[in-house]
T-cell receptor, first 118, second 110 residues
Framework: SAVISQKPSRDICQRGTSLTIQCQVDSQVTMMFWYRQQPGQSLTLIAT?????????ESGFVIDKFPISRPNLTFSTLTVSNMSPEDSSIYLC???????????????FGPGTRLTVL | GQQLNQSPQSMFIQEGEDVSMNCTSSSIFNTWLWYKQDPGEGPVLLIALYKAGELTSNGRLTAQFGITRKDSFLNISASIPSDVGIYFCAGRNSNYQLIWGAGTKLIIKP
C-alpha cells in the first residue's frame, strides 16, 4: 500500500476561478490517477498521470479544463480551471504501487479534496 | 462500456445483524476489490480477490469471487456502528481498467 495526502482538504471557490489540488505519496509510484466523485455518486476516472508522459484523459474530460502535472514519482497536481457550480465534487488521487515490477491490482486513495463552487 | 450492478443501493440494519451486498456484471473480471468510504475520506481497500471461487476474510468481513468471474459478494457479520459508510465494489478487466460499482450505503438504525 501507500500513504497519500492531498491539499487542500476542502475549498469554497468562486465561479470562473481555478483551483490546483496537490497529491503527495510517501513512496515512488509510476501510476497515479485522478478521480471525481459527485455528491452521492460513485467514482469517475478523470485521467491517468504517469511520470514521464502526458496524462491520458477519459472520455468527457479535457486537458484545458483539468490540466495535470506529474513532475516526479511522488507528486502530482490536478487543476480545475474556469470553475462552475457543476464542478462541485470530491476530487481524489490514487496510486497503483508496483512490487518487483508487477503492477498492483488494487488502487490506494488519498483522503480527497471537497470542492464547492459558488 | 462495462458496467457493474451493485446492490442494494442502501441498507438499514440493526446493530448486530449480518449484512450482504453484491456486484454483478455481464462481463468477466480478473480481480474483484471491495472498498469502504467514510464521510470526508477516500475509499479504503477492505478485501482483494484474485481467483474465481476465492473466499477471503478480513475480520468480520468475508468476500467471494464468483465462479463465473462475473460477480462478487461481501458479507459483514454482527454489524457494529463503525460499519456505517458506503461500500464500493470494483472489478479489473482484461484491459486492466478498473470498473466501479455505484456503491451500497450502510445505515444502522438507532
Amino acid at each position: 500500500s501507500a500513504v497519500i495526502s492531498q491539499k487542500p482538504s476542502r475549498d469554497i471557490c468562486q465561479r470562473g476561478t481555478s483551483l490546483t489540488i496537490q497529491c503527495q505519496v510517501d513512496s515512488q509510484v509510476t501510476m497515479m490517477f485522478w478521480y471525481r466523485q459527485q455528491p452521492g455518486q460513485s467514482l469517475t476516472l478523470i485521467a491517468t498521470a504517469n511520470q514521464g508522459s502526458e496524462a491520458t484523459y477519459e472520455s468527457g474530460f479535457v486537458i484545458d479544463k483539468f490540466p495535470i502535472s506529474r513532475p516526479n514519482l511522488t507528486f502530482s497536481t490536478l487543476t480545475v480551471s474556469n470553475m462552475s457550480p457543476e464542478d462541485s465534487s470530491i476530487y481524489l488521487c490514487s496510486v497503483e504501487p508496483t512490487s518487483g515490477g508487477v503492477r498492483s491490482p488494487a488502487q490506494y486513495f488519498g483522503p480527497g479534496t471537497r470542492l464547492t463552487v459558488l | 462500456g462495462q458496467q457493474l450492478n451493485q446492490s442494494p443501493q442502501s441498507m438499514f440494519i440493526q446493530e448486530g445483524e449480518d449484512v450482504s451486498m453484491n456486484c454483478t456484471s455481464s462481463s468477466i473480471f480478473n480481480t474483484w476489490l471491495w472498498y469502504k468510504q467514510d464521510p470526508g475520506e477516500g475509499p479504503v481497500l477492505l478485501i482483494a480477490l484474485y481467483k474465481a471461487g476465492e473466499l477471503t476474510s478480513n475480520g468480520r468481513l468475508t468476500a467471494q469471487f464468483g465462479i463465473t468471474r462475473k460477480d462478487s459478494f461481501l458479507n459483514i457479520s454482527a454489524s457494529i456502528p463503525s460499519d456505517v459508510g458506503i461500500y464500493f465494489c470494483a472489478g479489473r478487466n482484461s484491459n486492466y481498467q478498473l470498473i466501479w460499482g455505484a456503491g451500497t450505503k450502510l445505515i444502522i438504525k438507532p
